[in-house]
């Protein structure tokens, strides 16, 4: 697992309508640098072909392309522009074994690149939690390949088990009886091989990050993480970054009301021209 990641490949066709010139949603699989297979759908958003943003949502970990949670975002989303979901590797129909946030960088390429194939003007990243992560990284490790990123619910450092719940994911990933858990419970399934090396960790990221406009949001009742993750990300950046902390707000996709999903695609819209 290495800090700076090859080069990505997505392929896909895509065809307007042939009288309205206009795309309705496509399903692909896409194919990351290191070969995996990694599902996508594209949406198109209410601007015309071609024009406007197109959003990359990057889900937490459990997550997939079909996940209602992951639905209910894109669909928030894509008031804003063209939405592309896809899956991480070992999530849903994707190929692989989830790495935790590491080699999935390669797969956000692929979803990025295949993103800008549809013509549109510009392209922000929207993750959360191991998304959140995986969006910073990107960004890092491939400078300018999109005009805005959204981290939501992110962690700071790696190896955190300071709250109840990142003890019980720890465990998940590391015994080999957690695995289990997560490919038969939770429909993830997780390589069982450390990180060697350790990637670039989110703080670290997040100062390679600008001009690209960067939004923090995380909620101040975040079970997995607490205020200082965010607060150490916005400080990493020198003051680059806008930082919302949102009162009552748990973790991730699942705590992320509609009014909050608006308002984070209507940043990406504006911030991204």
């Given amino acids: 697992m290495n800090n700076r990641p090859a080069g990505h490949v997505a392929r896909s066709t895509v065809r307007p309508d042939d009288e309205t010139g206009r795309r309705g949603p496509v399903r692909t699989f896409l194919r990351t640098a290191d070969g995996i297979p990694v599902e996508a759908v594209y949406e198109p958003g209410p601007a015309a072909p071609g024009t406007g943003t197109v ?5 937490g970990f459990t997550g997939d392309v079909g996940r209602p949670h992951v639905r209910r975002v894109a669909a928030g989303l894509a008031r804003h522009g063209a939405v592309v979901t896809f899956s991480f590797r070992g999530h849903g129909r994707s190929g692989g074994r989830s790495t935790v946030g590491d080699k999935e960088v390669l797969d956000l390429a692929a979803a990025v690149a295949w993103a800008r194939g549809f013509g549109h003007e ?108 965010p607060r150490m990300l916005a400080e990493a950046s020198g003051g680059h970054a806008e930082l919302w902390l949102e009162p009552g707000m748990g973790h991730a996709e699942h705590a992320a009301d509609d009014a909050l999903v608006d308002r984070i695609g209507d940043w990406a819209a504006r911030r991204s021209g």
Avoid: C, K, N
């Avoid at 998304?131 to 981290?151: C, I, K, M, Q």
């Avoid at 990933?173 to 993830?188: A, S």
């Avoid at 990221?205 to 939004?215: F, K, S």
């Fill in 55 to 59: 959003l990359v949502v990057a889900h």
């Fill in 122 to 229: 510009r392209v922000a990243t929207v993750g959360f939690s191991m998304g959140g992560s995986v969006v910073l990284r990107h960004a890092a490790l491939y400078p300018g390949t999109v005009d805005a990123v959204a981290a939501v619910s992110a962690p700071a450092r790696w190896y955190y088990r300071g709250t109840a719940p990142m003890r019980r994911l720890h465990w998940l990933v590391t015994r080999p009886e957690g695995r289990l858990v997560g490919r038969y419970g939770l429909r993830t399934r997780i390589h069982h091989r450390d990180w060697d090396p350790v990637p670039l960790s989110p703080v670290e990221a997040v100062p390679r990050i600008a001009p690209t406009p960067l939004l923090i949001v995380h909620g101040d009742r975040d079970g997995y993480f607490p205020l200082d993750h």
